[in-house]
């Protein structure tokens, strides 16, 4: 147990560091606070508060809004997915933000000598940060105090953040005539997140997890991989394309990373973001997993991944100057800063063919698909360079070779350097594969 603990302590420190003076938006709903394990939550978000991440916290209401117009024997309407909110919903509206965002700071306040808030001291900051502006009268339909965006107090969220201090923000905003308008939350944190600047907007869901068709953990998109979803996904729940266009929204505007979270299990937010691979989907305006030319600072991360297969004699040994060397023939797959495969490339221009080598992929993501991506953009190199022959020498990874196309070769195939250089103790077989 004490093991696991420092292993995960170790791991999370780059994380650690990656985060401290970082500022994230965290989206919760009405639901997520209403919730008996809400106080857990509260103490992770003390948490990264205490690691040094600037905090703006927007939260909804709705289910305390709805308590509310039971009580009252009133409605909430909904027309088109839109809320419309006449003057007594609107006094409904106000009272269960109020009494959300008291319940928050006084969870926030805790600071008994045996809970985990103990010493955190922190100071939230509220205020009216959004200015908005009714949503109108749409398809005849007149949305009354209905709201949406129309600005974020920019200067004045910062400052609080500079001060120390956390931020929250209700589903409020406020017009210069002083009428109080209802908005999303989800809204206002994309708003938000887009405004500051934010590094991370991170959105939790009362939803399951994000999962594709085949019932497999959707962990990272772009926006155009989420607006596709979208629309083809005809039964994915209201709130989730909701939070999946938003997300995919702020990512164009210049967030670079967008969390999208279930909340339903314990630590969700330590674990999204201390651990590389996270338990939430990723959206990103690039690539979370970058395959890229290998460069001089990634030989330490290669070796760390080749030396165990070349230990088990599955690949040839190479010294630490012979990869410096060859570094540029190498290409690798990063994820959040660890390589977790690479492979080379070494033309033989005047034969017109190429060798792929020392192909490896870090033990916890084979069978992921990196080894086939990694091919893949091999292969596309090779044809920009007029190859049109690839080749393998391997002991013990023909098979998969062979289910990509390459077929049994003969030594006397290789290029005339390579076949001199060819070791016949080793015994590795040829494999070829031709290029359309």
């Keep these: ?125 509220s205020g009216n940060f959004v200015t908005a502006m009714p949503i109108g009268v749409r398809d005849g339909i007149d949305y009354l105090y209905t709201g949406e965006v129309r600005r974020i107090d920019v200067a004045a969220i910062e400052q609080q953040l500079i001060n120390g201090n956390m931020v929250l923000i209700p589903p409020l905003g406020y017009s210069p005539t002083g009428e109080v308008f209802n908005l999303s939350a989800v809204d206002v944190a994309g708003a938000v997140a887009a405004a500051v600047g934010a590094d991370k907007l991170i959105l939790l869901s009362d939803e399951k997890d994000l999962k594709d068709g085949k019932g497999r953990m959707l962990t990272h998109l772009t926006p155009a991989q989420a607006d596709a979803l979208i629309a083809r996904r005809k039964k994915l729940p209201q709130e989730t394309k909701l939070l999946l266009s938003t997300a995919a929204c702020v990512c164009r505007k210049g967030v670079k990373r967008t969390h999208l979270v279930s909340r339903n299990s314990d630590g969700v937010l330590l674990k999204e973001l201390f651990t590389r691979d996270g338990v939430g989907a990723l959206l990103s305006s690039e690539p979370y997993d970058q395959i890229r030319q290998a460069k001089i600072d990634d030989v330490a991360g290669i070796l760390a991944l080749i030396e165990p297969l070349e230990r088990e004699g599955i690949l040839m040994r190479r010294s630490r100057e012979i990869l410096e060397t060859e570094i540029n023939h190498f290409f690798v797959v990063e994820r959040d800063g660890l390589i977790i495969a690479c492979a080379a490339l070494y033309p033989y221009i005047k034969e017109e063919m190429a060798e792929v080598a020392c192909v490896a992929v870090h033990p916890e993501y084979r069978n992921s698909g990196y080894g086939d991506t990694l091919l893949s953009h091999m292969q596309q190199q090779a044809q920009q360079s007029s190859i049109n022959r690839l080749f393998v020498l391997t002991t013990s990874s023909s098979h998969w070779f062979q289910e990509r196309g390459f077929k049994q070769g003969e030594v006397k195939s290789l290029p005339m350097t390579k076949r001199g250089l060819y070791n016949y103790q080793r015994n590795s077989r040829v494999l070829l594969k031709k290029l359309e």
């Excluded at 780059?14 to 994230?24: L, M, N, V």
């Excluded at 269960?96 to 100071?123: C, D, F, K």
Aim: charged fraction near 20%; glycine fraction near 6%; aromatic fraction near 6%.
């Design 1 to 125: 147990m004490a093991d696991n603990f420092i292993d995960w302590f170790r791991n999370a420190s780059p994380y650690i560091h990656a985060h401290r003076g970082k500022t994230f938006v965290v989206a919760l709903s009405g639901a997520a606070v209403a919730d008996q394990r809400f106080p857990s939550l509260i103490h992770d978000i003390a948490l990264l508060h205490g690691l040094g991440i600037h905090l703006i916290l927007v939260h909804g209401s709705r289910p305390q809004i709805e308590e509310r117009l039971q009580l009252r024997s009133a409605d909430m309407e909904y027309i088109n997915g839109l809320r419309v909110t006449d003057s007594a919903a609107l006094a409904c509206v106000k009272e269960a933000a109020g009494s959300v965002r008291v319940e928050i700071e006084a969870l926030l306040s805790t600071a008994s000598s045996n809970s985990p808030m103990s010493g955190a001291h922190i100071r939230v900051a």
